[in-house]
């Protein structure tokens, strides 16, 4: 059976600071894993696509990795702004339309 | 704006009502989706449209019946629902149906069923 696991389930971080979240996923064959984000009250917004050839890519103070042997991605988010609290949710795609979505990161930053 | 625009934001029912979830893409896409997002779990496929036809129907109970008229609008018809039906609704749509082709949200549809 397909499946993501995120970790941490939710984190708490202070303005300024670095995270890191995590995704592994057994999901077979491999197309592309995608990191959303979802602000309260929105639906789920792109951050990054990464294909089985790639290993990092980012998106402005978003940088994902990829680790294709291991199944496994991160999301690290430099220097956290207000802005970024929100639900980050990792998203894996087999060779068709199907995705499997993990359960999310809920991430709260503070001033 | 996000292109895809679901309508209503929030919604209560009661479980004899009938009621429908509209969804309208801007976006030019061929493919439009439901979701189903309850707290602290992952989204759940519920329909598929390709072109106007339907491509999935993901063991979704009767209560809920899709419609896609035209490529631009889906809707979901709901009757005689139960209370663990309440969650966040998402509809998206993308180019195509193929797993390259990005998936594009609404804001959802907050639906609680008393």
């Known amino acids: 059976k397909n499946q993501v696991e995120q970790s941490p389930q939710s984190l708490i971080i202070l303005e300024g600071k670095n995270c890191t979240l995590q995704?592994?996923?057994?999901?077979?064959?491999?197309?592309?894993l995608r990191w959303y984000k979802q602000d309260t009250g929105r639906g789920p917004v792109s951050l990054t696509i990464?294909?089985?050839?790639?290993n990092t890519k980012s998106n402005r103070r978003y940088t994902a990795t990829l680790d294709a042997d291991t199944k496994q991605s991160s999301l690290h988010i430099t220097a956290s702004q207000l802005s970024d609290s929100a639900s980050y949710i990792c998203?894996?795609?087999?060779?068709?339309?199907?995705?499997?979505f993990g359960a999310g990161t809920t991430v709260t930053v503070r001033a | 704006e996000t292109g895809v625009t679901q309508t209503p934001r929030h919604l209560v029912m009661g479980m004899t009502n009938k009621k429908s979830l509209k969804c309208e893409q801007h976006?030019?896409?061929?493919?439009m989706y439901w979701y189903k997002q309850s707290a602290k779990k992952p989204l759940e496929l519920m329909f598929v449209?390709?072109?106007?036809?339907?491509?999935e129907n993901n063991s979704v109970p009767s209560r809920f019946s899709p419609e896609c008229p035209n490529s631009s609008h889906l809707f979901l018809h709901l009757h005689t629902l139960q209370p663990e039906d309440s969650a966040l609704y998402l509809c998206?749509?993308?180019?195509?149906?193929?797993?390259?082709?990005?998936?594009?949200f609404g804001n959802g549809t907050r639906l609680t069923v008393t």
């Open positions: 995704c592994n996923y057994t999901v077979s064959p491999f197309s592309n």
């Open positions: 990464m294909t089985f050839s790639e």
């Open positions: 998203v894996v795609s087999a060779d068709d339309y199907k995705l499997s």
């Open positions: 449209y390709s072109l106007e036809e339907r491509v």
């Open positions: 976006l030019g896409h061929n493919a």
């Open positions: 998206a749509s993308s180019q195509v149906l193929r797993q390259n082709s990005p998936l594009h």
